[in-house]
Each structure stands twice: as C-alpha cells, then as structure tokens.
C-alpha cells in the first residue's frame, strides 16, 4: 500500500463504556457518574450499544459522538487530503503546509531525497475512469512522470534562489506532493467518513486511506467496528 501511514496520537480510554454511560443516561433515573462502579466491562458495553442503538437500523448516534481519536495521517497524495477536507462535520484537520515545508523540493532536485519520497504516483497497472474505461497505466509512462516531477523540484529550487516566496515558487511543484495531517473526529464522524470514502467509486487512494483508518477503529471500538464492517463497510448507505 504504498508508504501510506495512518498513526494514533490520542483516543479516549474505554470509548465504548463511554458511548454506554451516555446511552445510559438518557433514561436512568440516577446521576451516571455515581454509577460508574456498576458500568459494564468495555467488551460488554461495545454489544449493548450494538443491540439497543444500532442494530435494527434505529439510528440513534448521539451517544457516539463522545469519544474521541487522533490519527497521524502520512504520505498520501494532495488530492486524497483534498478530498478527505471536504468532510468536516465532525472531523476536525491540520494540514502540514507547503509554505513553510519546502525543503524537501529542494532535497529532490539535489538528489538528498527520492523523487517518490515526496511526490505520489500511482502504480502501473490497470485503470478505469469515471465513465467506466479502462485504461493502462505504463512503466514508461510512469518513468516519463517521475521525470518531470524531478525537472518542476528543479525549477522549484531555481525560483528559491532567485529569491521567490515559498507560496509563489510552490505553484510549479506537481500537484500530488504527498502531504502529512492530523485528523481527529468521534465515532458517529469516523464512520461517517468510512461510509463516504470506502466506497468502490471513490478515489483509490481514499479507499485505502479508510482501509487503515479502520484497523484502528477495530482495536479501538472493536465491538461497533465489527458491527460497521457487517453492516455498512463498503455498501454505499447513506451516511448517519
């Protein structure tokens, strides 16, 4: 899969006895937090929520917003990080900037660093567009890309050292320079996500995105997880 990575910074302890103490709480007659030594165990509290909020379609996703996680998203191309920014309903980014990350253009053209280290090119093999047709992508093809990718990191450094600002100069670089960012969003936003972005139609890249953002939701969440991948993992449903 490429050098993508996805990373956990930060996530809430016991997310699913979290989600359940606020289930919970919408119809005990009691204060949830004097309760706290009656909670059910994290395994358990994952499949209550699974029977009394998601199973049967009952859509009741309040309770799921609670918890909380962090990842560390790494070398995927511009346009993926483009096309993840748009979804901000509960998910919140920062973005590294290639204002102030420049450096690395420049390594390219001085032969510190690999062009593929800093610039993403799809695999060789087969395609298919939007409209369904298919299409090869060669090795010459991609050696012939791989070259002007190394010729614009040139020009790049040219206009550097002629004195441009990095905002100006950064107009000449291919338009997928991998590109680093930190995500965080709650459960109901995470599969949100997922819903949107695993699908078979979405970009390539996307999809494998989703593919590691739910390895970790399945150490995380593993009850909910387990529910989402039977349920609504790739199915195109409407997202809640």
């Not at 302890?13 to 009691?30: F, R």
């Not at 905002?167 to 997928?176: G, K, M, N, T, V």
């Amino acid at each position: 899969m490429d050098k993508f990575r996805v990373e956990v910074l930060r996530s809430t302890p016991n997310p699913q006895q979290t989600i359940w103490s606020a289930m919970h709480q919408d119809y005990c007659e009691e204060f949830v937090w004097e309760q706290q030594s009656n909670f059910p165990d994290e395994q358990k509290a994952g499949e209550l929520i699974v029977k009394h909020l998601l199973a049967g379609g009952r859509g009741h996703y309040g309770p799921l917003e609670h918890p909380q996680i962090v990842f560390n998203v790494g070398y995927f191309p511009h346009s993926m990080m483009q096309q993840i920014r748009t979804h901000r309903v509960g998910v919140s980014f920062d973005v590294q900037s290639f204002r102030y990350t420049g450096q690395r253009i420049i390594d390219v053209a001085e032969g510190k660093r690999d062009v593929e280290e800093v610039f993403y090119l799809r695999p060789v093999g087969k395609y298919d567009n939007r409209q369904g047709k298919k299409y090869f992508y060669s090795e010459e093809q991609r050696n012939a890309d791989k070259e002007w990718c190394l010729a614009a990191c040139d020009r790049y450094r040219q206009r550097i050292e002629e004195g441009l600002a990095e905002e100006h100069a950064r107009s000449l670089i291919p338009f997928d320079a991998r590109q680093h960012f930190v995500m965080s969003c709650n459960v109901r936003s995470l599969m949100h996500l997922l819903d949107l972005r695993w699908k078979k139609d979405a970009q390539l890249e996307a999809q494998q995105l989703c593919e590691l953002l739910f390895v970790h939701f399945e150490t995380w969440c593993p009850e909910i997880a387990a529910w989402y991948h039977k349920n609504r993992a790739q199915k195109a449903r409407l997202s809640p």
